[in-house]
């Protein structure tokens, strides 16, 4: 119905076109010859007041200069003879005094129809050039000889004229702007004819052709060359649509005949299919076991990585310690020397004595420290291969999974802190704990801070209203766009053949929803880091 509403007939669109572009094609040709004419007219009109003025001035000195009797009246009867033009209404002589006052010397009227106007000297200044009033023009000159100035002239021209000949020029043009318009209107009636013709020729034709069906049917020749293309195009198209009626019914009874060969198809198809389906299912049980083994794959490959970093962290102290026990071997094996041939002498004693106490010094505390590393991987290591719950410091977990993986922190320039209250201790599962957040660590390493000398880790845990809130962030180079809506599923990696499973993050998805019963979350943004949020529910036993 609306577009109905908006479609508009050519009889109308021509008319309201022509009629359009001719009143505004005439409305600024005429406009435009009246404010010309206008302007030309103004413009002589200043021309000759200002000409004027100064001829009169010129003639005026004598009578300024000279102060013959009867000056007054001369010029103003000299005035009478000197003025002509029509236009010129008045004329003020103004004399300058010796004290530089000016008065009002004589003057002329028009004629006795135009009564005196009073005068305008106090207006010297303004009407020192042309100024326009309501139906006239002032103008003030000086009336000098010899750069003295003898008085003034005030001069006032009518533009009744000027009105009066734009106001006939105007009544002409709406005379012709009416006879334009008027032209067009038969100019456009007289084209709409010519087109409407053959265009409701071509429309009874299509309506005829389409309630009897008979394509066969052609349109006439038509006197427009352009609806005479369109016709013989609609005839065209008329062949070719009575060609495909024919193809249809021919293709329809062909149909009917590959439809029961086609059934019989479908029926053999559908029990291929079945077929297929318990091949499927069996193979998608098969991919359900094998992904079991590479989720346990990717556990162990985190505990290697730890296993890596202890034997790291381990070989320095123990080496230490192997260093300082051979260089106290040494040392004794000096004092037994000089003990069996008499030649130990007291400072030497002493010497010995101070330097096996910094060497067994070195020694002891090397060695606590590799047996400190050694029982941190042990409780971490339990911890990964057991699901079990019990007791434990949230803190001291913390700190042995740093303690575990600070070698490959060291080695990456990662700087991680740790922000969890000292008393905090809950009954849950440390395993699986101690396995997510490895897990996130290595992950920061290995993507995060892909390409950057340097990277920040902090992990935040508090307790509130019986859950275990963990907030991990980190802050390297994100998640990628495309990645984001899957990242928790299984074998989903930007490294892809670079040594990338895409389990790591699938891995801690299980361990929070299904070991631990909580929920986990992530916010990332590119060059921004990404921070994850978990929470499980736990067992407060301490918190000060």
Known sequence: MNTINNLTSSRKFLLTSILGVASLVLITILASVIYIVEADKKTQLEVSTTAWANSIAQASVSYLHDNQKDAQKKLKAKLKDLVTPDYINYIHIYENKVNNRVNYFTGFNKSIYYPSIPDKIDLIEQLSSLNYQQNHVELIVKIEFDKKIYGYLYIQSSTKHITDYINQLTLISVMLMILGLTLSLFLALAIQKKINQPISTIIESIHAISQSKTYHTRIEKLPLMEMDILGRN?????????????????????????????????????????????????????????????????????????????????NTPIGLGVTASTLMGDRLKEIKHAFEDKSLKSSQLRKFLIQGEENIGIIYRNLERAAKLISSFKKVA??????????????????????????????????????????????????????????????????????????????????????????????????DENIKTKVFEPFTTTKRGSGGSGLGLHLVYNLVTQALNGHIDFESNAGDGTTFDITFPVQLLSEQ
């Open 382 to 479: 339990v911890d990964q291969s057991s699901a079990d719950t019990r007791a434990f410091n949230v803190k001291e977990l913390l700190e042995e999974v740093l303690l575990t993986l600070k070698a490959k922190l060291n080695k990456e320039h990662v700087n991680l802190t740790i922000d969890c209250s000292d008393s905090l201790l809950v009954e849950s599962k440390p395993g699986p704990i101690n396995q997510i957040l490895i897990n996130l660590i290595l992950n920061s390493i290995i993507h995060g801070f892909e390409n950057r000398s340097e990277g920040a880790i902090s992990i935040s845990i508090i307790y509130l209203s019986n859950q275990l809130h963990v907030s991990y962030k980190d802050d390297g180079i994100g998640i």
């Open 234 to 314: 609609i005839n065209i198209l008329l062949g070719r649509t009575e060609k495909l009626i024919t193809k249809k019914d021919d293709e329809h009874q062909q149909a009917l005949l590959q439809n029961n060969a086609l059934t019989e198809k479908v029926q053999a198809r559908t029990d291929a299919l079945k077929e297929s389906n318990q091949e499927l299912l069996s193979t998608l049980e098969k991919l359900h076991q094998f992904q079991g083994q590479l989720v346990e794959t990717e556990k162990m490959a985190s505990l290697g990585d730890m296993v890596a970093g202890i034997a790291h962290e381990v």
